[in-house]
Nanobody, 122 residues
């Protein structure tokens, strides 16, 4: 069984910064892509940032230049450094990892965290 736990959410003023973390635990064999998504009421969940197992990254246009995704493979953890936050960044942020487990080491399956709320407001 695999669990993903996010941390680092909260309230921040416009222009401020936050750093999200998401740690995976359980019977993990390997992790491919690690992702951050966000969701706001009335909108579909959108991909914010992605980092591959070899460190290639991709960002949504709306966050490019402000957010940075990184990973620590030894800790099975992905981070999202968010700078210059704006009210439109307010959302619930979810991490997602494509994980091969010890019992199924040949096929990566998606696992999601429960989400953490970021509120950008003065």
């Amino acid at each position: 069984q695999v669990q993903l736990v996010e941390s680092g959410g909260g309230l921040v003023q416009p222009g401020g910064s936050l750093r999200l973390s998401c740690a995976a635990s359980g019977s993990i064999f390997n992790i491919n892509d690690m992702n951050w998504y966000r969701e706001t009421p009335g909108k579909e969940r959108e991909l914010v940032a992605l980092i591959s197992n070899i460190g290639n990254t991709n960002y949504a246009h709306s966050v490019k230049g402000r957010f940075t995704i990184s990973r620590d493979n030894a800790k099975n953890t992905v981070y999202l450094q968010m700078n210059s936050l704006q009210p439109e960044d307010t959302a619930v942020y979810f991490c997602k990892m494509d994980i091969m487990t010890i019992t199924n080491p040949y096929r990566a399956m998606p696992y999601w965290g429960k989400g953490t709320l970021i509120t950008v407001s003065s």
